[in-house]
C-alpha cells in the first residue's frame, strides 16, 4: 500500500479540512501499524486547521485494529482491537501509533466509544487526579456539555465529588445532569458558580471572564486547572483574588506535557475499563462516515456539537 485516504489541511474544504492521498506511514521500530476505524474530533486540532499549512495531517484520536505490531516487540499483536493517541495524523485510513500510547479495548466497549477517549477522556482524569482529596469536596466543571466536560463530570463523581456543572444554555441542562452534575449553574460569566464555592478542584476550559470569575471561587489549597480559552477572549483579574485564600493554585495543563507523568496507554487502558463497566459513558451526539469530516469539523467550530462527534471507515 503506497497510498492511503486521509484527513488534511484543505483551506478551501469545510472545516479547512478534507480527504486526499498521503503516502502510507512507514512505522519506527516501537510503532504499530493501526489500521484506522474510528476517530473523534477535537476543537484544538480543528482549530489549528484553520492555521496550518495546506495538505498537513491531522488528527490525534483513534481506535482500529493492529495491521502490523511494533518491530521492537512491544505492545499489542497483530489483531488486537486498540484505541490509540498520536501527535499529527490520526484521521488516515492507516496510522503509525507509538506502543506506549496504545490501549487493547475489552471485547464490549466499541471503536466509536473508544476514540473519544484520548484526548478529553485523559484530559478530564488528569486535570481531575491534579486535586487531591475530592472525596466530598466541591468540584466545578466549566465548559460542562462540551467533550471534556462530560467525562470531568462523571469522573468526578467517581472520584466522590459533588459536583457543579457550569453551562453557558439552559438547553443542556439535562445532558449534564444526566452526566453526573449534583448542580447546574446557566451562566455567560461564571459569577453564579459562587452558590455551590468554594471549590476544591475547578476544571476550566472556558477562559475570559468565566476564568476570572472562578479564580475567586477556589477554596485554600484548592487549584484551577486551566485546559483552553473557548471564549477566545483575555482574562484580567486581580490577583489578590486568590491570593487571599491562601495556598491555592492556577495551573496550565497541557496534555501532551502531561503524558510524561503516566503514558496514554496506562489512561487509555484505565479509561477503556471504566467505559466496558458501564462507569463511564461516552456522549457521542454526531456519528459520520470519513468523508464528512470537513462538514463536522465545521460544525463542532460553531459549537453546534455538545459532547463528542466520532467519523468511521466506510463500513
Known sequence: MNKIHAAVVDPNAPGHVAIHDVDAPVPAR??????????????????????????????????????????????????????????????????AVPTNSLAVLPDNVTFEEASTLPVAGLTALYMLEKGHGLLGRNVLVTGANGGVGLFALQ??????????????????????????????????????????????????????????????????????????????????FNAWTIIHNGRTTLYGFILFTELGIEPASVGLARLAKLVSEGKLKPQITVEEPFDKVGEVARDLMDRKIPGKAVIRMWI
Not at 73 to 89: D, I, K, L
Not at 214 to 236: A, F, K, R, Y
Open 30 to 95: 516501537n510503532e504499530a501499524l493501526v489500521r484506522f476505524m474510528a476517530a473523534s474530533l477535537n476543537q484544538g486540532e480543528v482549530r489549528y486547521a484553520e492555521t496550518m499549512e495546506p495538505g498537513h495531517s491531522i488528527g490525534w484520536d483513534l481506535a482500529g485494529v493492529i495491521e502490523q505490531p511494533a518491530s521492537d516487540g512491544s505492545g499489542p499483536p497483530a489483531g488486537a482491537r486498540v484505541v490509540g493517541f498520536v501527535r499529527t495524523g490520526a484521521w488516515a485510513e492507516m496510522v
Open 155 to 236: 469522573l468526578a463523581k467517581l472520584m466522590g465529588a459533588d459536583v457543579t456543572a457550569l453551562i453557558r444554555r439552559e438547553e443542556y441542562r439535562d445532558l449534564v445532569k444526566k452526566h453526573g452534575a449534583d448542580h447546574v449553574v446557566v451562566s455567560e460569566d461564571g459569577g453564579a458558580a459562587c452558590d455551590h464555592a468554594p471549590y476544591r478542584l475547578i476544571a476550566e476550559s472556558v477562559g475570559g471572564q468565566v476564568l476570572a470569575n472562578c479564580l475567586s471561587l477556589i477554596e485554600p489549597d484548592g487549584i484551577c486547572v486551566t485546559i483552553g480559552n473557548s471564549s477566545q477572549t483575555e482574562t484580567t
